[in-house]
């Protein structure tokens, strides 16, 4: 059986769609079952089962993971991630867990310039002492994060960002969910340390220009200092200030370190990533 905490959330969901299209049963966590369970597809309901659990209660994890050989491990971004990821390793080891696959993200070392980064590269750290077999996704930006910018271009016509004119990495969350579900299907896949990628490293500016042609009209790549992006952040789109911090600390990581696509989508699925085109025409009412 394979357990997926973060199920409701962004990648979770998306593993939870590649099983379900696979044919695989799998056990969604969520600390609202009956919220998850409602949002479950016809295809998904008869191979779900939905499970409570709360990474801040060590026993509701033991009870949710007993029986399970795998764990996919997705947690939202917060104060407390490091300490509810590490807490969830200890308790699938307790309860049996032989194989986890955790979602990471670039930059996980010890000095990393992004905070989030740092806690991603403690919890590896902590996987690896477990002892337990492991599998890291380091998927880059989400194009699904670009939907955020719709509201900005629709009414203003203009992308805000803090990129210069960086190229950034952009990967569907729906090829993320395929190659975890490879990863959690093929067991020559098990044990690497996956950078997810699409094909091609897109900056904001360039991004703009593809709005603009798709929804022919002129959207303009607007670039703020860090400090003045970050304010923006937290006063206009109000996300807390370590939220705020960490959109602009990871748009920086785009600028100090050249972002290039890697073959690893296309090399685990044997096709190649969803591109950032097709994305946007699919979501353009987002945008217009
Ligand atoms: N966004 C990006 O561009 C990007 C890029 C690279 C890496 N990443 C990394 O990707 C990871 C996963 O992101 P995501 O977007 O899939 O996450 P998400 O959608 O923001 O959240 C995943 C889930 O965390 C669960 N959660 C929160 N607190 C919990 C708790 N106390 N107990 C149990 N579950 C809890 C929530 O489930 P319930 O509410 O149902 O309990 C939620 O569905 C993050 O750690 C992030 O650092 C993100």
Redesign the pocket.
């Known amino acids: 059986m394979i357990a997926i905490?973060?199920a409701?959330?962004?990648?979770?969901g998306a593993l939870l769609h590649s099983l379900t299209a696979l044919g695989v049963p799998s056990r969604a966590l969520?600390?609202?079952p009956d919220r998850?369970r409602t949002h479950l597809g016809d295809a998904a309901r008869p191979l779900v089962d939905v499970l409570p659990?709360?990474?801040?209660d060590t026993d509701s994890l033991r009870a949710a993971f007993k029986g399970a050989r795998q764990l996919f491990l997705?947690?939202?971004?917060g104060p407390a991630?490091v300490e509810?990821e590490t807490r969830a390793i200890d308790a699938a080891a307790d309860a049996g867990v032989e194989h986890i696959v955790k979602?990471s993200?670039?930059a996980a070392e010890p000095n990393s310039p992004v905070a989030?980064s740092r806690g991603?590269h403690a919890v590896e750290e902590h996987l690896r002492a477990s002892g337990l077999a492991h599998t890291v996704l380091r998927?880059?930006?989400?194009m699904q994060?670009l939907l955020l910018l719709g509201p900005a271009v629709a009414a203003q016509g203009v992308v805000l960002g803090a990129m210069r004119d960086a190229p950034c990495n952009w990967v569907d969350c729906r090829d993320i969910g395929d190659v975890a579900a490879a990863v959690l299907t093929r067991p020559e896949l098990v044990g690497g340390t996956y950078a997810l990628t699409g094909s091609e490293a897109v900056g904001y500016g360039d991004l703009a220009e593809t709005l603009t042609h798709l929804l022919g009209r002129r959207v303009r790549y607007v670039d703020l200092a860090p400090h003045e992006l970050r304010d923006s952040l937290i006063q206009r789109a109000q996300l807390p200030s370590w939220l705020a911090e960490h959109v602009v600390e990871i748009q920086q990581l785009a600028v100090s370190r050249t972002e290039s696509p890697t073959e690893t989508v296309a090399r685990v699925l044997g096709r190649a990533p969803r591109t950032l085109d097709a994305f946007l025409r699919e979501h353009l009412a987002r945008f217009r």
């Open positions: 905490m973060g409701s959330g962004t990648t979770g969520t600390r609202d998850l659990a709360d990474a801040a997705a947690m939202a971004n991630q509810f979602i993200a670039p989030v991603h998927p880059y930006a989400f994060n």
